[in-house]
């Protein structure tokens, strides 16, 4: 067995040297988690929306709901989904299972819930006057939403992030519907779980190091635009 | 479109709470209505109903058609603005927050010139560029005014417009008010100081359990008086 600085160096030689797999098994997974998390945000800010500004019964435990399928386990998602795409399943004449749109299927069922919550709480946050200012001056109700979409837009991409976070390092529901095929969708997380296995620890390392390099920039982007949208602390005199 | 907003019979309840109880009001072209009363007497809250952001529970409109509901919200929000006692102010540039009360589409020149002038009107033009959110008190109170200037509505509807300003921004606020009448604008103003409102008052009312009363007219403050004296 490898010891974990031989390890280590390893697979940092992968990574300079540009090895091939190894970085073809980054693209899958950025790949696949950058769809489900795009295809999904309209369709989690629109709902999120629609919580935060309209009453109608039921809302209440939509919203419990929610908060509950934040702690879904991705093999859950996983399974349930891979019932429904096999071969038998009611999706099954679809042939979609061991294929990157049942993963981004897959993600997008995953992540949906934590970036409805997290758009959810920004909205709920936004002052009563901004959207009356916007009725007001003449905004129709879609420019209006548009416009206190754009007053908590670093809140909504920080959701964004935070859902990509989530799909990116998933592990269950990849392996259950991508099936972890070489060259198309053994993705960063099931290619560790399998180089585990094999005793091959490098590659697992390297994999994983990359996902952390990724996520930190990513968050770092997002903080780094943050800071940009303010200007000197004049107002303070 | 310039003539007298007639509303009648508006009603609102929070609850068990009457808060107007089936009063009548005429915005009037040119005119500045000065509506006082206790906190928590409902100028707000008519104001809001004015302003189509608050629906009422009754309210009907004169004239010789009578529109549904949902028509009146729309009839109401196009021919009112209404600015909050602390103005919000969008996130990004001055000159972006007062160009958002023009009416979408149109040729770009027309309306950069449009909101360049608004912003001299309003004194702002050296802040055009500046983060509206860093805005002072009477400086956001411009900004809010700025807006209403451009929007094409001919009421507007003010919610204790010198409440926290001092001295100059009051009087400055108090010429731009001015214009707005000069240029045939209807003002409602609610206020706890119709003092500082006496050179542009026209109409003093006092809304009192729901109620609006004619009450006496304003004299200007004790300063002014003896100044003037």
């Known amino acids: ?237 | 479109m310039n003539g007298t907003f007639g509303l009648r019979n508006i009603e609102l309840s929070y609850g068990a709470r009457r808060v107007l109880a089936g009063l009548d009001l005429d915005l009037l072209p040119g005119r500045c209505i000065l509506l006082c009363g206790d906190n928590g007497a409902g100028k707000s809250s008519l104001l809001r109903v004015l302003a189509g952001l608050q629906p009422a529970d009754r309210i009907t409109v004169t004239g010789p058609e009578i529109p549904s509901p949902r028509r009146v919200a729309r009839l109401l929000r196009d021919r009112t603005t209404y600015l909050h006692q602390h103005p919000y102010a969008f996130r990004g540039t001055v000159e972006r927050n007062v160009a958002y009360a023009l009416p979408r589409g149109g040729e770009r020149v027309g309306r950069q010139a449009r909101v360049e002038e608004a912003l001299s009107w309003a004194g702002l033009d050296h802040l055009a560029k500046d983060d509206a959110t860093r805005l002072s008190g009477g400086e956001r109170q411009r900004l809010a005014l700025a807006r209403a200037r451009l929007r094409p509505s001919p009421f507007l509807l003010l919610d204790e417009p010198t409440a926290n300003l001092d001295g100059p921004s009051r009087s400055r606020t108090l010429e731009l008010l001015h214009t707005f009448l000069e240029e045939g604008r209807g003002l409602v103003v609610a206020t706890h100081d119709p003092a500082h409102f006496a050179p542009v008052c026209d109409i003093h009312l006092r809304l009192e359990g729901g109620r609006l009363r004619l009450a006496p007219p304003v004299s200007p403050p004790l300063d002014r008086a003896v100044e003037a004296g």
């Not at chain 1, 040297?17 to 998390?37: N, Q």
């Not at chain 1, 042939?95 to 897959?106: N, P």
């Not at chain 1, 006057?129 to 991409?157: I, Y």
């Open chain 1, 1 to 237: 067995m490898e010891s974990l600085s031989q390890s280590g160096l390893e697979a940092l030689r992968l990574l300079v040297t540009g090895d091939r797999t190894l970085w073809e098994i980054v693209g899958v997974s950025f790949r696949v988690s950058l769809t489900a998390v795009l295809a999904c945000a309209p369709l989690a800010v629109a709902f999120a929306a629609l919580l935060a500004f309209r009453r109608f019964p039921g809302r209440q435990a939509v919203l419990a709901v929610l908060n509950t399928l934040l702690s879904l386990p991705a093999v859950v998602v996983g399974l349930s989904l891979y019932l429904v795409l096999s071969r038998h399943g009611p999706l099954g004449e679809w042939q979609l299972l061991f294929t990157q749109t049942a993963m981004v299927l897959g993600q997008m069922v995953l992540c949906f819930p934590l970036i409805t919550a997290m758009c959810h709480a920004a909205l709920q946050e936004t002052d009563p006057r901004a959207w009356e200012t916007a009725r007001t001056l003449g905004a129709g109700p879609l420019r209006a939403v548009l416009t206190l979409l754009g007053e908590v837009r670093f809140a909504l991409l920080g959701a964004l992030i935070a859902g990509l976070g989530r799909v990116v390092a998933e592990v269950g529901s990849a392996m259950m519907l991508g099936g972890n095929i070489l060259g198309y969708t053994r993705n960063i997380t099931t290619a560790i779980a399998l180089e585990t296995s094999k005793g091959a620890f490098a590659q697992g390392i390297a994999l994983g190091m990359v996902l952390l390099i990724l996520a930190f920039s990513l968050n770092a982007g997002l903080h780094w635009l943050q800071g940009r949208s303010r200007l000197d602390p004049e107002y303070l005199t």
